[in-house]
């Protein structure tokens, strides 16, 4: 059977005009058309298209771009993820412009040239079939791609990579990286994928519990070690029996602890304390910091011979201003949970707000990400998030703009490489460039054409250390 061919909406209030367009888009689109505002709403309601070309001035007033806006408006509220095409006349550039920023794809001028319109209609087919599926992966799924974790830049897919390999293992695990990373959700992934799912996951923080209360909490207590013990108390530890404890910011655990963790490591075996009984305990134990532990090595504040026995196994999380397009991706999935937890389903982001989302350079990782978007959320006044919702208008950059705009090119050059396989040609028609730029860019970054195929074979990120 043929594939069926994409709808596609032609408003314009020229007859012969849409006559014209639809003879020209005939054989790649099933092309469905409207003369004025109404028309145009209930057309995409029954055809439901992906893309839409728009003319704004529509009647009844034909001479304003009012009813062309109105109806852009509306039929981004119908569905956000509609790619809008404006079509302007040599005088309405500011018009086009303002209609971009509230929300429209692009725009073309008048009279269209067919080499330039069928580009980009097919840019816009294929943008708009990527977020569609990703949108309906995540109705499919229910929950994130990989047990909570969400990535598809190289650097997460090695980290993906590694937790398969390390779950199914009982080594200690070191988790690195920057605060607002994911360690947390990493050691809930390597648990999960354990044979020990079964059993307790428990999560301690190190730097929130007071030193006094550390090795009670860790250990646990008998009844009348000290005042207040007024009952036998197992610790965290013990509580993770048959699982796996989680000691995240390890490095503040104080020395005279780490000797008693040490020996709990080597034995398996506890004391709690004001006890004399040796209790056996089969917990794996999974720690993370993102302090530099050779530094408090060097300098006395951390055992060298505790570091080694918990990083038998060491874990490496890239930041997020390392993982390219993961920022479109990790937004999006964002934006649309929170968008339906507060109410607003369907919300999208401004062009605005996209570019202020690939310039900021995110000190604060995936955590500062999600509380922006949880921000702009409760602060858009409507379907669609603008930068200066995100307060990233007002945000400073970590990075010079010249350099956060390199580094932007640099990410979609290798994305699209990767996308394509190595592909010069197919790559630099996604980006929308020519194959001399292309190239040009390649050379400027010391980009090979073979990087499109590094990911068939991730490299795990993660590195052994002597036991």
Known sequence: MPRSKPSLLIVDDDDEIRTQMRWALAADYEVVSAGDRAGAIESFRRARPAVVLLDLGLPPHPGTPDEGLAALSELLAIDGLAKVVIISGQGEKAVALQAIAAGAYDFLGKPLDPGELKPLLKRCFHVAGLEREFREMQERMREPAFEGLLGASDPMQSVFSAIRKVAATEAPVLILGESGTGKEMTARALHHRSDRQAGPFVAINCSAIPETL??????????????????????????????????????????????????????????????????????????????????????GAFREDLYYRLAVVQMVLPPLRERGSDVDLLANAFLQRLGSEHGKPGISFAPDAVRALRLHGWPGNVRELQNRVNRAVIMSGGKRVTAADLDLEQAGSSVPLREAREALEQGMVREALRRHSGKITAAAADLGISRPTFYELMEKFGIQKTEGLERLNPQPSYSHSPS
């Open 214 to 299: 550390m090795e009670s909490e860790l250990f646990g207590h008998e009844k009348g070690s000290f005042t207040g013990a007024h009952a036998q108390r197992k610790g965290r530890i013990e509580g993770a029996g048959g699982g796996t404890l989680f000691l995240d910011e390890i490095g503040e655990i104080p020395p005279p602890l780490q000797v008693k963790l040490l020996r709990f490591l080597q034995e398996r075996c506890i004391e709690r304390v004001g006890g004399r009984q040796e209790i056996p305990v089969d917990t794996r134990v999974i720690a993370a910091t993102n302090a530099d532990l050779r530094k408090k090595m060097a300098g």
